[in-house]
C-alpha cells in the first residue's frame, strides 16, 4: 500500500495577505509605502518568476524585514505581460509579436498587487494597515484576502 503526501500539509498559514488595487508601476508603489507606512520596502534581486508555454513572465518583489514587529513584508506583483514573437511567416514581411498576461494568483486576475505579511510574532493588524493604505490616494482599494480560497497559494512562497 502506498501512502500519498500531500503538498498543502507543508504550507503553512502564518501569514497574511492583502490585495492592492492601483495603477502605479511597482517601484511607485513600494516608495509609495514607504513614505507613508515608515516601511523599507527594497527592490530583492531576483524577481519571482514562472515559465508559461508562452515564456516566462517575471514578477517583481519587494521585502522589508521589521524586527520590532517581528514581521517579513512582501510586495510583489500579480500581473506581467510576456512578449513572444512569432518567427513563422504569415504572409507578412514583418514578424509580429503577441502580448500575453498573466497572474501571480490567478484566481484575482483583477489584482494589481500583493501584500504578504509573514508573522513570526504576534499577529498583524490587518485593518489598520488596510485603513493605512486606502488613505494613499494612488491606491484604488485595498481588502484582506482569505488563505482559504487561495488554489495557488505555493506561488506565494518566496524564500
Known amino acids: 500500500m502506498a501512502n500519498k503526501l500531500m503538498l498543502d500539509s507543508f504550507i503553512e498559514e502564518d501569514f497574511?495577505?492583502?490585495?492592492?488595487?492601483?495603477?502605479?508601476?511597482a517601484y511607485h508603489l513600494s516608495f509609495l509605502l514607504n513614505k507613508?507606512?515608515?516601511?523599507r520596502l527594497k527592490r530583492e534581486l531576483l524577481d519571482v518568476d514562472f515559465a508559461y508555454k508562452k515564456g516566462t513572465a517575471y514578477y517583481q518583489l519587494f521585502s522589508y524585514c521589521d524586527d520590532y514587529q517581528q514581521c517579513t513584508y512582501y510586495l510583489v506583483e500579480n500581473k506581467h505581460s510576456i512578449k513572444a514573437s512569432n518567427l513563422y511567416s504569415e504572409g507578412s514581411l514583418f514578424k509580429s509579436e503577441d502580448t500575453y498576461s498573466t497572474q501571480l494568483i490567478p484566481e484575482y486576475k483583477k489584482v494589481d498587487y500583493f501584500l504578504k505579511i509573514e508573522?513570526?510574532?504576534?499577529?498583524?493588524?490587518t485593518?489598520?494597515?488596510?485603513?493605512?493604505?486606502?488613505k494613499i490616494t494612488s491606491i484604488i482599494t485595498a481588502y484582506?484576502?482569505?488563505?482559504?480560497?487561495?488554489?495557488?497559494?505555493?506561488n506565494l512562497t518566496f524564500n
Open 119 to 125: 508573522n513570526e510574532g504576534l499577529p498583524a493588524n
Open 127 to 134: 485593518k489598520e494597515l488596510i485603513a493605512e493604505l486606502q
Open 36 to 39: 507613508n507606512l515608515n516601511f
Open 144 to 154: 484582506k484576502v482569505d488563505f482559504d480560497t487561495l488554489k495557488s497559494v505555493e
Open 16 to 25: 497574511d495577505l492583502i490585495a492592492i488595487h492601483c495603477s502605479l508601476e
